[in-house]
């Protein structure tokens, strides 16, 4: 017979999911009520009122998809784009590429902005294709790049977009909670974020919030929308906010109860504390590291304070060494994805795990692993390091 699963007790600094509180574990494990039940219908208007202020937005479609961060995106893209379409996709490492993905399977044309893994979205290179493209619908980028690291200027980029009257698609999956989004005075027009980064939540909810004028650009459609789950104007029946809410699909109802007790703390704790802490957590997390002679891979002024790309020093097996913080100190970090596989980690300090006690913790781990390896690294210098910025010497 096959007994039940318990999983080990891990720490979790990749690239998400992120670790979990008790708190939302023990949301989870609530009674499970029907989704169409009256007390269900208020849980719905509170999670849709925290996600706006999470998104810092007064959008009436603002609403979590029954789905994985991935489904957010293809929300976006399925309902605004239309076949015939010129969308701008800028790409700066793997979810742009995504992106170009979602674009062509809706039949629109993307017109792709490279940049180089672990640079920033160049805003020249957008003005030149839109200068180039003059009939483009929809500019589509990530926020918070967590492939490589590297935060792009989101307000900036919608600022030029609006110039152009065209449409913002914004990733904002890492960023939602760690760093600044601010969804109305930005301008954006659609965006979709998942729960298990920053929210430090469990994996497979997207919340996602479209503006007016995206309203209007789905309203306006002669297609339909080739995904039927998926449909705005569908879901808008169930999570309306008339009384007459229509069964659509089933609500992940207890995953729900865990994503509204995930916004709840970020409102306990407000959003620009959150942001505070993730940057102090981050900047005790570098001086740990440099201190101990390893380079990060993203210049200062890009890093995500969520994600961290550290280089690999020479002669380091890093699959030997990611498998080492695993099985002997139940830690996970993530491996470097397309060009910079193998010459980068990926370090979460993600929502929840956002804490002094995961910084000290991995920067040991990661130090006597290295020494371990025999790898040229400073030892003993890297938690005094992290302490002088937590200001405890
Ligand atoms: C994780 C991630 C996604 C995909 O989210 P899933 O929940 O894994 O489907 C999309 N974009 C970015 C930037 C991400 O980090």
């Known amino acids: 017979m096959t007994s039940s699963f318990y999983p080990p007790q891990r720490t979790l600094m990749g690239p998400g999911p992120s670790d979990v509180s008790s708190r939302v574990l023990g949301a989870l494990a609530r009674p499970t009520i029907g989704h169409l039940d009256p007390v269900f219908l208020t849980l719905m208007d509170e999670i849709k009122e925290l996600l706006q202020f999470a998104f810092q937005t007064n959008n009436a479609l603002t609403l979590p998809v029954s789905a994985p961060g991935s489904a957010g995106m293809e929300a976006c893209f399925v ?56 009939d483009t619908a929809i500019l589509a980028f990530v926020h918070a790049e967590t492939s490589t690291g590297v935060q792009s200027d989101a307000k900036a980029l919608c600022a ?52 007016e004028r995206a309203v209007e650009r789905i309203k306006a459609r002669t297609h339909r ?5 998926l449909d705005m104007q569908l879901v808008m029946g169930y999570w309306g906010g008339d009384s007459k809410r229509a069964y659509h699909h089933t609500a992940p109802i207890n995953n729900l109860y865990a994503l509204h007790e995930s916004l709840v703390m970020l409102q306990e704790e407000g959003l620009a504390a959150a942001h505070a802490r993730h940057r102090h957590n981050h900047l005790a997390l570098v001086a740990g590291l440099e201190a101990m002679g390893l380079g990060m891979a993203v210049a200062p002024e890009y890093r995500l304070p969520q994600l961290n790309s550290v280089l690999i020093p020479e002669g380091v097996d890093d699959a030997a060494l990611r498998a080492a913080l695993l099985n002997e100190f139940d830690l996970e970090i993530g491996a470097g994805l397309g060009t910079l596989a193998g010459k980068t980690w990926r370090i979460g300090l993600m929502g929840f795990g956002s804490n002094e006690r995961n910084v000290l913790y991995c920067l040991n781990a990661l130090e006597a692993v290295l020494l371990r390896q025999g790898a040229g690294i400073t030892s003993g210098k890297a938690l005094p390091a992290a302490h002088a910025v937590f200001g405890k010497q």
């Open 79 to 134: 309902n605004l784009v239309s076949p015939g379409d010129k969308v701008i996709v800028c790409q700066n490492g793997v979810f742009g590429g995504r992106m170009k993905e979602n674009v062509e399977r809706c039949g629109g044309i993307a017109v792709m902005v490279e940049d180089a893994w672990g640079e920033p979205v160049s805003i020249e290179k957008v003005a030149a294709a839109f200068d180039e493209h003059p």
């Open 160 to 211: 030029l977009a609006a110039s152009r009257g065209v449409l913002t698609i914004v990733d904002a999956v890492t960023s939602l909670g760690g760093i600044e989004v601010a969804v109305d005075e930005w301008g954006v027009d659609a965006m979709y974020s998942g729960t298990q980064k920053c929210l430090s939540c469990v994996p497979g909810i997207s919340p996602v919030t479209f503006g």
């Open 225 to 229: 929308v080739q995904s039927w789950f």
